[in-house]
């Protein structure tokens, strides 16, 4: 039921662009994506939700496709500031139905 | 807004003791999780409340773990007795009703049971 993060761990020189997926095997009403630095909270980036259209913020972006349950964060022109862990959080009912199953999280590094 | 407060952020205690954490959401918001972090095992939801009221308390692990929410801005976790497996980073996060459906995340509470 947990969803699936590939890849594991990257490591980008900035600039660099990068892709982080999370795959599930449930239905998918809704999926959250975080951003955890090391030894703090992890951080809210964006939501999409089912029939919703790709957001962006900055140069992060993320899609989500309702038919094969998946979703992708994009990182264009990587900063120092965007290392840390990614976490992509599944919500499986729509509504008051606020559970997220999470992912185990992908570790971003950005060196100069 | 002074964000989710959690307490206490570290806590160090002997198998079998008690083991109280302590959080406050963002007011005005009405959901509230509790949530364990491992290694091995990432984020997982304990249990989450809505309005004070418990929702959803499938994570919780054992009857060892004890959770309420006595009024919209406080809430505790409990762990009776604690044992070594316990140890963990525990999160509290809350959200609100209504606009987006993002959690704001608690700094944290690392408990260490030896």
């Known amino acids: 039921q947990q969803p699936v993060q590939s890849p594991q761990a990257v490591i980008l020189r900035e600039g660099e662009d990068a892709v982080i997926n999370c795959s599930s095997s449930k239905a998918l009403y809704s999926v959250h994506w975080y951003r955890q630095k090391h030894g703090e909270a992890p951080v809210f980036l964006m939501i999409l939700l089912k029939g919703g259209e790709q957001k962006g913020h900055d140069k992060i972006s993320a899609s989500f496709n309702e038919k094969k349950q998946q979703s992708s964060l994009y990182l264009t022109a990587s900063q120092l500031s965007y290392s840390g862990t990614y976490f992509c959080g599944t919500g499986l009912g729509a509504g008051n139905n606020r559970k997220l199953i999470w992912g185990l999280g992908t570790s971003l590094a950005v060196n100069p | 807004d002074a964000g989710v407060i959690q307490s206490p952020r570290h806590e160090v205690t002997e198998m079998g003791q008690e083991v109280t954490l302590r959080c406050k959401p963002i007011s005005g918001h009405d959901y509230l999780f509790w949530y364990r972090q491992t290694m091995m095992r990432g984020l997982e939801l304990l249990i989450y409340f809505n309005n004070n009221v418990p929702i959803d308390d499938s994570g919780m692990p054992e009857d060892r773990f004890s959770a309420k929410m006595p009024n919209a801005s406080f809430s505790t976790l409990k762990i009776q007795p604690s044992e070594p497996r316990d140890s963990a980073v525990y999160f509290c996060?809350?959200?609100?009703?209504?606009?987006?459906?993002?959690?704001?995340f608690g700094p944290g509470t690392r408990l260490t049971v030896t």
């Open positions: 996060a809350s959200s609100p009703v209504r606009g987006g459906l993002e959690q704001y």
